[in-house]
């Protein structure tokens, strides 16, 4: 079965970049019918999509995000990455990567990022 | 821009039914997906396209989408069936094609 795992530092000064990266398991990121997918959710709050990136370089980003995000796939690591730059208090979340097939069918279990000084 | 409505709340004793509403214009357009999420947990896929179950999920679990309202509706509801649920669809009537979720609903089983 599927397995998703985030890695990346869980605190971020403001105005610096958020770096995670999202390992995959048992399964390919190169499978043309997914797409791979960060989506984040504050603390008490609901949930936001980041973006979604798909390994022949096709990728969506939320329209309130782009100027700041970028995701890509590493198909020699089997794995996905996300790029937040310039992070504010606001951006403090858990994260949490994703597969899109016909839906979000898997999910990694989060990791907590907390921007401040 | 698209947006989805979701109640913040919905309260049913178990055994009932819960309804849980997505209310978006013309979003029986679209494809509509749900998500659970426990506490502390991270969301499950219950329902994706409207009304299909990804595997292992109970068949209490169902969904509807017509006109400007998609539907969860839970039947025989557990204890166990407290959640945040949260609907999905794919915003593709723009320049910028993007995934817009619902504020989310907390079912309180009674």
Same mark, same amino acid.
């Given at each position: 079965?599927?397995?998703?795992?985030?890695?990346?530092?869980?605190?971020?000064?403001?105005?610096?970049?958020?770096?995670?990266?999202?390992?995959?398991?048992?399964?390919?990121?190169?499978?043309?019918?997914?797409?791979?997918?960060?989506?984040?959710?504050?603390?008490?709050?609901?949930?936001?999509?980041?973006?979604?990136?798909?390994?022949?370089?096709?990728?969506?980003?939320?329209?309130?995000?782009?100027?700041?995000?970028?995701?890509?796939?590493?198909?020699?690591?089997?794995?996905?990455?996300?790029?937040?730059?310039?992070?504010?208090?606001?951006?403090?979340?858990?994260?949490?990567?994703?597969?899109?097939?016909?839906?979000?069918?898997?999910?990694?279990?989060?990791?907590?990022?907390?921007?401040?000084? | 821009?698209?947006?989805?409505?979701?109640?913040?709340?919905?309260?049913? +004793?178990?055994?009932? @039914?819960?309804? $849980?509403?997505?209310?978006?214009?013309?979003?029986? =357009?679209? /494809?509509?997906?749900?998500?659970?999420?426990?506490?502390?947990?991270?969301?499950?896929?219950?329902?994706?396209?409207?009304?299909?179950?990804?595997?292992?999920?109970?068949?209490?679990?169902?969904?509807?989408?017509? +006109?400007?309202?998609? @539907?969860?509706? $839970?039947?025989?509801?557990?204890?166990?069936?407290? =959640?945040? /649920?949260?609907?999905?669809?794919?915003?593709?009537?723009?320049?910028?094609?993007?995934?817009?979720?619902?504020?989310?609903?907390?079912?309180?089983?009674?």
């Amino acid at each position: 079965q599927l397995q998703l795992q985030e890695s990346g530092p869980g605190l971020v000064r403001p105005s610096e970049t958020l770096s995670l990266t999202c390992t995959v398991s048992r399964a390919s990121v190169s499978e043309n019918k997914h797409y791979w997918a960060w989506i984040r959710q504050p603390p008490g709050k609901g949930l936001e999509w980041i973006g979604s990136t798909h390994h022949s370089g096709t990728a969506h980003y939320n329209p309130s995000l782009k100027t700041r995000v970028s995701i890509s796939v590493d198909t020699s690591k089997n794995s996905f990455s996300l790029r937040l730059t310039s992070a504010t208090a606001t951006d403090t979340a858990v994260y949490y990567c994703a597969r899109f097939t016909r839906g979000f069918d898997s999910w990694a279990q989060g990791t907590l990022v907390t921007v401040s000084s | 821009s698209y947006v989805v409505t979701q109640p913040p709340s919905v309260s049913v +004793a178990p055994g009932q @039914t819960a309804r $849980i509403t997505c209310g978006g214009y013309n979003i029986a =357009a679209k /494809y509509v997906h749900w998500y659970q999420q426990k506490t502390g947990q991270a969301p499950v896929l219950v329902l994706y396209d409207d009304s299909d179950r990804p595997s292992g999920i109970p068949e209490r679990f169902y969904g509807s989408n017509s +006109a400007n309202t998609a @539907t969860l509706t $839970i039947s025989r509801v557990e204890a166990g069936d407290e =959640a945040d /649920y949260f609907c999905q669809v794919w915003e593709s009537n723009t320049d910028d094609p993007h995934v817009i979720f619902g504020g989310g609903t907390k079912l309180t089983v009674l």
